[in-house]
T-cell receptor
């Protein structure tokens, strides 16, 4: 089983719609979680950290479900510029420096 | 300022060449990383430096040689590479504080390497 698993998509989303996707992680002791966004042929950029109570940053909402070991990302009012690959990243507490990356979920926002 | 810079942006080299990739950050971070990323795959960790000392080497072939001259700079020396080493090479940094188990990493724009 992979340490972090994501649905690769693509999720084709009409402009203005809402899209949500999850990732699951295997290490129940993991303490910190992040969503990165990666545009084609660019570097991953931190989108947001994910906190236990869930958190919101503008049109983006991240949730953490420790019991089921999954993290979700919801994008409201999708913009064309939201088209990217979203990487779920877990920082395992037992292995400093070795972030665990999901394979990424591709989102394509269409006009 | 959360900027990590990398040079060059693109590099084409032959299998007998020697070249170096450079990374720089001025955020006062004390941990720096090299990753390799192939198309449609997540980044793969290669090396980690903390306080200018190599702390993690993910069994990377010796044709890749990292160097950390000071706390702001990280180099990756390349020699006798193979075509399958063609990839995006990403540098990252993180603060490395007492809360480092919860830290995230900040990535540079990468060097796109093509080995012929």
């Amino acid at each position: 089983r992979k340490e972090v698993e994501q649905d690769p998509g693509p999720f084709n989303v009409p402009e203005g719609a809402t899209v949500a996707f999850n990732c699951t992680y295997s290490n129940s002791a993991s303490q910190s979680f992040f969503w990165y966004r990666q545009d084609c042929r660019k570097e991953p950029k931190l989108l947001m950290s994910v906190y236990s109570s869930g958190n919101e940053d503008g049109r983006f909402t991240a949730q953490l479900n420790r019991a089921s070991q999954y993290i979700s990302l919801l994008i409201r009012d999708s913009k064309l510029s939201d088209s990217a690959t979203y990487l779920c990243v877990v920082n395992p507490t037992d292995s400093w420096g070795k972030l665990q990356f999901g394979a990424g979920t591709q989102v394509v926002v269409t006009p | 300022d959360t900027e990590v810079t990398q040079t060059p942006k693109h590099l084409v080299m032959g299998m007998t060449n020697k070249k170096s990739l450079k990374c720089e950050q001025h955020m006062g971070h004390r941990a720096m990383y090299w990753y390799k990323q192939k198309a449609k795959k997540p980044p793969e960790l290669m090396f980690v430096y903390s306080y200018e000392k190599l702390s993690i080497n993910e069994s990377v072939p010796s044709r890749f040689s990292p160097e950390c001259p000071n706390s702001s700079l990280l180099n990756l020396h390349l020699h006798a590479l193979q075509p399958e080493d063609s990839a995006l090479y990403l540098c990252a940094s993180s603060p490395y504080t007492s809360g480092r188990l919860k830290e995230t990493q900040y990535f540079g724009p990468g060097t796109r390497l093509l080995v012929l």
